[in-house]
Each structure stands twice: as C-alpha cells, then as structure tokens.
T-cell receptor, first 114, second 109 residues
Framework: DAGITQSPRHKVTETGTPVTLRCHQT?????MYWYRQDPGHGLRLIHY???????DKGEVSDGYSVSRSKTEDFLLTLESATSSQTSVYFC?????????????FGEGSRLTVL | TQLLEQSPQFLSIQEGENLTVYCNSS?????LQWYRQEPGEGPVLLVT?????EVKKLKRLTFQFGDARKDSSLHITAAQPGDTGLYLC?????????FGSGTRLLVRP
C-alpha cells in the first residue's frame, strides 16, 4: 500500500472558520492531488501539485488554496469555510513519472461545515 | 470541459448475475482507468486501458476501451457480494484525471 496519511480524518467546524487538511506521503512521488467527493458528482479535482512549490488549479478550486513546501506534504486550506464545502476530501499521489498517471488515494477526510 | 458519464448510477443485483457498467464521453481520451471504492476508503485502481479496442480481463471482470477511445465498459460475470462498491471511471485530460460520477453496485447474497 502507498504510504499516504490524511489528517484530520474527521472535522466539524463552523461557517467562516479557517480549515487546513494535511496530506503526508512517504513515497517521494512528485505529483499530489486534492479531490472532493460529493454524492452524484464522483471525484472532482480541487488543486494539484507537480513539485515543491509548484501547484495548479483543478476544476473546483474556488474557496481553496494549497501549499507544498516539502515533497511529502500537501496542504489544503479553506480560508473561510462555507456549508457548500461540506464534503469528503481525498488526497492522491501519482506513482507515474508523467502527469495524469495512476493514482493512489488516502483514506479521506470528512469535513462538516455547520 | 471533458465529461465522463457513467450508467447506470445505481445497480442492485442478485449474487451470480452478470452486469455491465458503461462510461461514455464525447471527447477522446488517451487512456481510461477504472477504480473501485468501498465505504470509508479511497478508490483503488483496477485497470488502465490505453489502446482503442483493448480488452483486459481481471478474474471475473472484463474491461473494454472503445475503438474511438471515447467510451469504456466494465462487465462482471457471476457477481459476488464482495464486488459491492462504487465503480468509477477516469480519463486523463490535460495531464489530470477527470472522474465520472460513478456506478454504485450492490450484490445481494
């Protein structure tokens, strides 16, 4: 199994508060991704990273920011959480040396915004 | 935006039955992947199909990539309760994986 750890696994917060989700990998893979999963929408890409300090937006990036200061850590931040950001968030890493290769996922972080 | 549509959205069948799940798009993909996700876990890759017309078998699961590389199917023979889960197809678009909305399969004993 790919070494991917997400934290926290569960979080309940209130509208307007900042939230940071952490993804930590032990595989030294270049590519890391944040997805959100909602009923009827499958997995939607929020942001991704192709190296330290190299990040780009996905299809649903509004309201989210990311940072990657080390190869092993990819942080997802909600500056001011809203109820529409209630979701399950998955981090993924790519074992392939090219972008868009096969993904290995973490176990997810369930976020509830009241 | 390239979209992947999966059908059916939900499927409930009896153990031993066969089923087919479809993944369709109006766009061409260089490759398609199939993942299975169980409750409380992240998706796990089942297969990647790359060549138009390609067929891959994984035990009782058969995956096919359309000749035009716009669609794919997953066929399960003699389904078992252990096959229960969410099946997701995904295609590479601009170096990123785009996922379909998934097919939720329930296999009843």
């Amino acid at each position: 199994d790919a070494g991917i750890t997400q934290s926290p696994r569960h979080k309940v917060t209130e509208t307007g508060t900042p939230v940071t989700l952490r993804c930590h990998q032990t595989e030294n893979h270049r590519y890391m991704y944040w997805y959100r999963q909602d009923p009827g929408h499958g997995l939607r890409l929020i942001h991704y990273s192709y190296g330290v300090k190299d990040t780009d937006k996905g299809e649903v990036s509004d309201g989210y920011s990311v940072s990657r200061s080390k190869t092993e850590d990819f942080l997802l931040t909600l500056e001011s959480a809203t109820s529409s950001q209630t979701s399950v968030y998955f981090c993924a890493i790519s074992e392939s040396t090219r972008p868009g290769g096969e993904l290995f996922f973490g176990e997810g972080s369930r976020l509830t915004v009241l | 935006t390239q979209l992947l549509e999966q059908s059916p959205q939900f499927l409930s069948i009896q153990e031993g039955e066969n089923l087919t799940v479809y993944c369709n798009s109006s766009s061409v993909f260089s490759s398609l992947q199939w993942y299975r996700q169980e409750p409380g876990e992240g998706p796990v890759l089942l297969v990647t199909v790359v060549t138009g017309g390609e067929v891959k078998k994984l035990k009782r699961l058969t995956f096919q990539f359309g000749d035009a590389r716009k669609d794919s199917s997953l066929h399960i023979t003699a389904a078992q309760p252990g096959d229960t889960g969410l099946y997701l197809c995904a295609g590479i678009s601009s170096y990123k994986l785009i996922f379909g909305s998934g097919t939720r399969l329930l296999v009843r004993p």
